[in-house]
């Protein structure tokens, strides 16, 4: 659907308009509090998008959906840096170094699953093979002196 920032409104298929008729609000599980607004077509009797639109064939009324203007903003932020020149390097510096470290977990650390079971005990066996994961790893940089030396220029907030 095409959106018009002007008019605060959404063009269906069949070009007919999606005006705002309410704000709502949902709160997720981890206590995150969303401001949505809720959008209808004008007239969707007799359309011929109306199972694209709705995504069922048995939709009653007009098509409404709800859209969260904080998290499209947030998102085209998002976007805009990791399409970045920047973040393309920190983003294939990451695919690089998560792979490597998966692999010395199973072959070098012999690391084929967990001893444990439920939620919270395979998070802990987890954070406990990261922090000797990470404590070798330091160990190697302290022996090559490598300490201090960072991929990438340091930020400060």
């Known amino acids: 659907m095409f959106y018009n920032e002007q008019t605060d409104e959404y063009t269906c298929h ?5 005006k705002p008729i309410g704000i ?5 599980a ?24 709705t995504k069922c064939t048995k939709a009653k009324g007009n098509r409404k959906m709800q859209v969260s203007k904080t998290f499209i903003e947030k998102r085209q932020v998002l976007y805009e ?11 294939v ?13 199973k072959n070098d650390y012999d690391f ?6 439920g939620k919270n005990s395979v998070k802990n066996e987890f954070i406990l093979l990261c922090f000797g994961y990470n404590v070798n790893k330091l160990h190697a940089k302290i022996q090559k ?6 991929l990438h220029d340091l930020k400060i907030a």
């Open 14 to 18: 069949n070009r007919k308009q999606l």
């Open 24 to 28: 709502t609000h949902r709160t997720s």
């Open 30 to 53: 981890t206590g995150y509090r969303s401001e949505l607004t809720v959008y209808e077509c004008e007239d969707c009797s007799g359309c011929q998008f109306k199972t694209k639109c």
């Open 81 to 91: 840096n990791i399409t970045s020149e920047e973040g393309t390097l920190l983003r």
């Open 93 to 105: 510096n990451r695919s690089i170094q998560v792979e490597g470290a998966f692999g010395v977990l």
């Open 112 to 117: 084929n699953r967990f001893l444990t079971r």
């Open 145 to 150: 002196d490598r300490v201090g030396k960072s």
